[in-house]
């Protein structure tokens, strides 16, 4: 039996064949003790960040839960609403299990008690268990995969749809409350689809988005295509035959078993794997792209199947992630690995590729693999990266001046223009975060701790403080009445 690969999927693996040549094992060999050693030292680095950002937890976080995960998740989406409390909401969250083959690839869906604001007492946010299960998080029900999840991806319209990526050309589309509850057992049979989505040529394994005004899907893949589909064409080719894809990306699914349609569009101009694709937040026919080409891409259905804006250089190297934002459908944000992200002002772009950002915001060590707006704030995104770190900026900061009296160089700040929050709980890249539409200011993370404990997974859903994010004035006043009412409740000294 052939031994399946424990190396977990990442954005921006190596082109072409990965086989080494004599030399290059040779070197390789001449390096390894002084790879340990850098590596020691990097582990002894992220350790002692942790212990510090841990200290400061109470501090900085109204509500925080660490979640731990036996198999690695390359994604994380929140779903609808299932139960309100007085105390806490009860919400679906979506989750894979990325596994050796041991048992099969699963897609999970959890139930979480999101805590509401200003309810977690300060010690219980602090008292956590790196290696325990949140009681926050429960396994509501398994789906068995077909392939490895790449990407989960939730319908705007109805959250109990989602779609997945996996290691084929196809996208899968699931009706989560249908689904029969599977157990994952080596040998088990994988759940069907409720839809199968076939256009792509090659493997698409992470581009993936679901428009929030039509139940429209935008993929894109190895094949250098973004394609187009409406979930509402089922309707109309449930007699028909399922249309086969072709190409050097095998399918692992038997169409006739699933119902399948084909796309609306397929869409050329990349030279390179789409890595990511994102919809205008006004229009279902309006869309960007991203690849390993360095290039972004604006398309519009309406006029054709070529790009109607192509950024050649986006950024100094391939990129990994983009994201519209939902209050000014003229911003995108990107994210790359050459470690930064970058704000494009689409009316600043031509048909020709010319434009520039409208700031580059760095700070991040290692390339970044996710970007996405806040739904609660048009000027929030937050970033994640290889190094660890989930940075959440704020662009109209960029170019205030800071009020703090600078005693010395020791003191200065030396944080970047418009990042305003650090959120440092990971020890391993973070290759997934979402916001939560439904509760302000609350994101859940996963990072891939394959490099720093040799598997698994960390899960980790938290709120930062809101005296960090609401207006100043509001926030000093709400700490003078503090201040004062203190002041009353402390017995006066007699004199």
Known sequence: METPSSQP?????????????????????????????????????????YVQWKSLVPVLYDWFANHNLVWPSLSCR??????????????????????????????????????KPRVAAENHIANFNEEARSPFVKKYKTIIHPGEVNRIRELPQNKN???????????????????????????????????????????????LALSPMEPFVLSGGKDKTVVLWSIQDHISTLAADAPKSAGPGGSIIKSADNPSIGPRGIFHGHEDTVEDVQ??????????????????????????????????????????????????????????ADNSVRLFDRRNLTSDGVGSPVHVFEHHTAAVLCVQWCPDRSSVFGSSAEDGLLNIWDYEKVGETKDTEVTSDDEEDDSPPGLFFQHAGHRDKIVDFH????????????????????????????????????????????????????SKCVPKSKG
């Open 161 to 207: 749809i989602v779609a997945t990526h996996t290691d084929g050309p196809e996208v899968l589309i699931w009706d989560i409350e249908a689904q029969p509850n599977k157990h994952a057992v080596y040998g088990a049979a994988a759940s069907r689809p409720d839809l199968v989505l076939s256009g792509h040529q090659d493997n698409a394994e992470f581009a």
């Open 78 to 115: 929140w779903g609808p609403v299932v139960e309100q409390g007085s105390l806490k909401n009860r919400q679906r969250l979506y989750l894979s299990e990325q596994t050796d083959k041991s048992v099969p690839n699963t897609l999970i869906i959890a139930n979480c008690d999101v805590v």
């Open 9 to 49: 999927k990442r954005r921006g693996r190596p082109k072409g064949s990965s086989t080494k040549s004599k030399d290059e094992k040779e070197k390789e060999l001449h390096s390894t003790g002084r790879m340990r050693g850098s590596v020691d030292k990097r582990a002894a680095a992220i350790d002692e960040q």
């Open 435 to 486: 916001w939560n539409a439904s509760d302000p200011w609350t994101i859940v993370s996963v990072s891939d701790d394959a490099e720093t404990s040799g598997g698994g997974g960390t899960l980790q859903i938290w709120r930062m403080i809101d005296m960090l994010y609401r207006p100043e004035e509001e926030v000093l006043n709400e700490m003078q009445q503090f201040k004062d009412h203190v």
């Open 279 to 336: 919809f205008c937040p006004s229009s279902s026919q309006e869309f960007c792209s991203v690849g390993d080409d360095s290039c972004l891409i604006l398309w519009d259905a309406r006029v054709g199947n070529n790009p109607v804006v192509k950024v050649e250089k986006a950024h100094d190297a391939d990129l990994h992630c983009v994201d519209w934002n939902p209050h000014n459908d003229n911003l995108i944000i990107t994210g790359s």
